[in-house]
Structure formats: C-alpha cells, structure tokens
C-alpha cells in the first residue's frame, strides 16, 4: 500500500471479516476507546433532535402550523454544510485550547460550548412571542453539533486501527441513539413533568406552557456535560506531524483542496458513485423524521406516551439494533449490513403509513417505533463504518465531514416541503413515499460492494 494514512475498508495485513473469532469481535466493546466513544456519541446525538424533531413537537404544540414547521426543519442544513468550514478544523489550531487539550479535543471542547449556550438561549425564548430569536439560537446549536461532529469524527478515526472502526462506530452510534432517546423522550418527560395543572377548557396552542419548555431544554443543555468531562478526561490522539507550507497558497492548497482530490485520485469516476450513495443512503428516514412529531402530536398522543413508548422499546431496539450492526459488520461485512439497513430503514417507514390509519393506538405505536429503531440502528452502525473505510486519515476531519454532509444535505432540502405534503395528501401518503424514496438505496448499495470487492487494498491510491 503506497498510501500508509489511507484506511482501506480491509487492509491486507488484518483478519478478514468472516474470519475474525466471535469472541474477539464481542471484546472490542469493552476497550476504552470504545468506551469513550459511547459517551462522545452521546454529546453528539443530543443537539440533533432539539433543533429538529423535539423543537418540531414544541412548535406544534404552541400552534404553529405544519408548513412552517418544515421550512424551519432548514436549520439543519448547517450540518450539510459542515465540509465548507471542515479543513479549518481539521488544521487550524486554536491557542491556547490546542496547546493544553490538542487539535481534536480543543476543538470538541469549543463547539460543545456553542451547543450549551444555544440550547440555553433556546431554553429562554418562547415561540408564541416570535420564532426569530428561537431560529438564531437553534442555528448557533446546529452549528456548534456540525463543528462537533467534524472534530468527533476525526477523533474516532485517529483513535484505533482500521478492523476496530465498526466497533468504535457501533459505539458511537449507540450513544448517539441513546442521546437521541433522551432529546426526544427525556425532553418530553421534563416538559411533562414541569408543567402546572391545565386550566379546565383550555386546550390546543392556549394550554401550551413554555416554562415547562424552558426548564426541558436547560435541562438538556446541563447533559452536554457529559461530552465536556469525555473530552477533559481523555488522551488526544497520536499527533500527526503536518507538512509546513511555504506560503498561503500552498497551505490554502493542502487545507481546502488536497483532502477533496485525494478522495477523487483514489476512486476515479467510481468516486461519483460512492457520493451518490452517500448522498441518498439516509433520504427515507431524514425527510420522514420531520412530520414523526407532528404526526404525534395530531394523532392524540401526549408527551408522556410518546416519551415512555420512546424509553422503554425504543432504548431497546436501538441498543440491539446498533450492536447487531457493529457486530455484523465486523463478522460479515460492511456492505451485507449496509444492504439490510437500507431494506429495513425503508419497510419501517411503511409502518409508520399503517399507523397513520389506526389513530389513537398505544400499541400500534409500539410496535411501529421499536421497528424503526431497531432499523435505524443497523442502518446508521453499518454506514459509519463504511465511510470511515473510505477516509485517507491524513485529511480524517475534512473528508469524513465531505461524506456527512453530503449524507444530509439533499434529504434535509427536500425535509423542507415535508409540511407542504403533509397539508396537501395526509400522513399516508407522506409516509409512503418516503418509503419510496429508499428504493434507489438498493441499486446504490448494490454497485458500491462490487467497487469494494474488486478492488484492491493496493491499487486505491
């Protein structure tokens, strides 16, 4: 292998996949590098649905209508956007947090405390009074998350070899998914909790109380310490010595441009194949995501059935589901698992089109939501590692952001009109052409194993 910092998908000199015992695979979980992964992704995965989905069920309840609340879904583009600012964090130092903590953890550490004063400013703000100053705080939040996930992402790749990625990325995931579950059902338990006896006869946006809100999201802002202490208490990945530029050009020449045509020498035209799959891998659960609370909130559930039917199965799908990945993926293969969670995110979506016709259905809402959990984490467990494969981690933070953003990007723009459909066909309908949307998914994942499994280690340059 020429390129020694490229991490190839199966390195010649590891074990294949299928010939990895059991026990080392299961052993891997219990390492500390694995371990602090699952709390990194746990800071990760919080600020995702508190600008997204848990704001999209504030909003509802407080009266704003669902079209709105799709163009407002937009704040999330920032994370599609990441790989612009991407090369920064990827080499710019930033004194003095790079000369106490390193590159990687000053930089989690700066964009966790744009987070945590997001989320408070949010916390502050009622939306019945104006959406304005919510938007800007949920815009500094989406923005300190992309940045987190930019330096979190380099982070977990610089911090283990290449067959330890799908454990790091299982991990990662799961404490992603739990954060998740705490940002859309903690929150909702807090609201919940928080809230003063109803007046009698006051009920859709009249009976909203924003104090409940606002002690929800303060509440969610004080978790973030959990991703602050990870990144206190843990080693900074082995240094990787930077060539010095000559002047500007040659540095702007390495930062901006180098990391992006690094990736097209290695894969040539099947480049465009790969980002075409990166681009729609997750379009079936992203622009459904959008409407999941709305849809709730419009079905009759309340705050404490969708939190405890989130808690109780949905903790349990998604930790089955992500160690079922990881272990899969390091056992069989990335693209099997990345086939099957294709298949299963895109059939979960249909389940969600059954619900809509059941109405008011505790059970049904059970089943339905520990389904795409248990989907969901397959999903996201095998496509992590599948991009950390195709990282050079020479450029690990800028190149994994191109892939993330871009993972993003279109399904976040078309989550947009979510609320225009929603209002022009129903629930169903929606629901079922998102479902839809996962059918090109196949044909993708389909050509980019043949691209995996006939080409060599050696010759991806």
Known sequence: MDNPGFMSAQPAETPTASSLPWRDALKVYLEPATLRMLALGFSAGLPLLLVLGTLSFRLREAGIDRTTIGYLSWVGLAYGFKWVWAPLVDRLPLPPLTTLLGRRRGWLLLAQGLVIAGLVGMALNDPRQGLQPLIWCALLVAFGSATQDIALDAFRIESAETRKQAALAAAYQTGYRLAMIWAGAGVLWVAAWAEVAPVAGVTGAAAYQNAAWKTAYLVMAASMAVGVLTVLLSPEPARRVLPKARNAAEWLQGVLVEPFADFIRRYKWQAALILALI???????????????????????????????????????????AFVGGVLSMRLGVMRVLMLGAVLSAASNLLFAWLASRGHDLTA????????????????????????????????????ALFSSLMLLLPKFIAGYSGVFVDAYGYAPFFTATALLGVPVLLLVA????????TAPAERQ
Do not use: C, W
């Open 279 to 321: 681009a729609i891998y997750r379009i079936s659960d992203v622009v459904m995501g959008i409407m999941a609370n709305p849809f709730y909130v419009d079905m009759g559930f309340t705050k404490d059935e969708v939190a405890t039917v989130s808690k109780i199965y949905g903790v349990v799908m998604t930790l089955a589901g």
């Open 365 to 400: 809402l059970i089943a339905v939501v520990s389904a795409d959990n248990l989907a969901g984490g397959i999903a996201s467990a095998a496509f992590i590692a599948y991009l950390s494969s195709l990282t050079n981690i020479s450029y690990s933070a800028t190149q994994y």
């Open 447 to 454: 050509l980019a194993a043949r691209i995996t499994t006939t």
